[in-house]
């Protein structure tokens, strides 16, 4: 009999944190009595908001563009995203002396925008409810010469990604559940790696947006479905179809996937400003109105919640968190 090794190892996720290690944050690990009480459990919230570029992003770019070669960091590097992954690679490409061109949506909140140009990258927009950000990516690589590194589909972002839930669960010890966000599904397939590796019978749960279901209707079709393109303020997760390779992991490990209406991310975002005095961005706060709203179920005792990030400005954030409804 053989077997095949998976693409994602828990060895290629401990790499990568030898080479983050220095660069990125070790993010803090937040408990709250309050939370614990609302939910019925022992919630550790591992903060990727405070991770550099205000999310988890970092990791799996920095993780990537180290790897290239001279040859190729001097002719620099392509991505696409809506936002943190833009971020991730502008960032990641000063750090290692290249440049970058990030193919991002018109849409794209100005924020993210803004802060991708001022870590030194090159904006290129298009239309995300009519033109394919994948092929315009690819043949602005091609034309210019560039290492394409996209936000997901890649062995080693989703490796870096990977050492959020591993640093997690070295401050934690074991636990019961790992819940995290799912957009194109590279945290949470790296996450569940290193979490199911080191602890088998650990619960690992997707959490998508209501509008963006893709993941959950792919699972449970057995086979990647495309969904009309999210509109939701979860702009993060705002994706209509799983990555291949993303998805060839998650459908092995995940355990399940659950939904949330914008209005119980905008309650989340509220409380974790309100009572865990931290800033979230609606993709990062869906984890916790999983939890909040009773959506993920019943909770085992002790719970790991990945804060995916908290890249929202002020005048977003108070337009989405205003008078509580």
């Known amino acids: 009999m053989t077997t095949t090794t998976p693409p994602v190892t828990l060895d290629d996720v401990r790499d990568a944190a030898a080479r983050l290690a220095g660069v990125a944050h070790r993010t803090p690990v937040l408990r709250s009595r309050t939370l614990d009480a609302l939910v019925g459990a022992e919630v550790f919230l591992k903060c990727e908001n405070f991770q550099r570029v205000g999310a988890f992003k970092f990791r799996g770019a920095y993780n990537a563009a180290s790897r290239l070669t001279p040859e190729q960091r001097a002719r620099g590097i392509a991505a696409y995203s809506s936002g943190n992954h833009a971020q991730a690679v502008a960032l990641a490409a000063r750090e290692l002396g290249t440049t970058a061109v990030i193919v991002m949506p018109e849409d794209a909140p100005p924020s993210k925008r803004q802060a991708t140009a001022a870590y030194g990258a090159e904006i290129v927009t298009y239309d995300r409810y009519g033109g394919d950000r994948v092929a315009v990516a690819e043949a602005l690589a091609a034309e210019r010469g560039l290492s394409l590194i996209p936000p997901y589909e890649h062995p080693h972002v989703i490796a870096g990604q990977g050492t959020a839930a591993l640093e997690l669960l070295e401050d934690t010890g074991e636990l019961d559940a790992l819940v995290a966000p799912v957009g194109g599904g590279g945290l949470i397939a790296g996450s569940a790696t290193a979490a199911k590796a080191l602890h ?7 959490v998508e947006p209501e509008a963006g279901d893709d993941t959950k209707r792919s699972l449970e079709a057995g086979r990647r479905v495309t969904v009309p393109v999210p509109h939701t303020i979860a702009d993060g997760q705002a994706l209509h ?85």
């Open 241 to 325: 179809t799983p990555g291949e390779l993303t998805f060839s992991l998650n459908r092995r490990l995940l355990d399940g996937i659950v939904l949330v209406s914008d209005d119980q991310i905008r309650d989340a975002m509220r409380f974790a400003f309100e009572r865990l005095k931290i800033v979230v961005e609606p993709s990062g706060a869906t984890p916790l109105a999983a939890l909040l709203t009773g959506r993920a179920g019943r909770l085992p005792r002790r719970v790991g919640v990945i804060v995916s990030g908290g890249n929202v400005d002020a005048d977003r954030f108070a337009r989405l968190c205003g008078p509580a409804r």
């Open 200 to 206: 088998p019978g650990i619960r690992v749960i997707g």
